[in-house]
């Protein structure tokens, strides 16, 4: 396995996941998430783990949450 070089707790906000349809809402909070990841760590393999996934579905398509709170590692 690759070396951890980087860790990092960020506060994600995703009030812009809002503004897409509702039943669609989820699934853009999650591209909102490899966005922000991929800006703040410089990489654009960005790959999320099941629990944040079920953290953002957990209230179904419509109603994602405000803001999530991550904890990012990158690897070389």
């Known amino acids: 396995m ?3 070089t980087q860790e990092q707790i960020y506060i994600i906000p995703l009030r812009d996941a809002r503004r897409a349809p509702r039943w669609k809402r989820s ?3 999650i591209k ?3 966005k922000y990841l991929g800006r703040h760590l410089k990489s654009t ?3 999320l783990d099941r ?3 079920e953290k953002i579905w957990d209230r179904g398509a419509e109603n994602p949450p405000s803001r999530v709170r991550v904890r990012a590692m990158k690897f070389d």
């Open 2 to 4: 690759a070396e951890k």
């Open 27 to 29: 699934h853009t909070a």
């Open 32 to 34: 909102d998430i490899r």
């Open 45 to 47: 393999d960005v790959k």
């Open 51 to 53: 629990s944040i996934n």
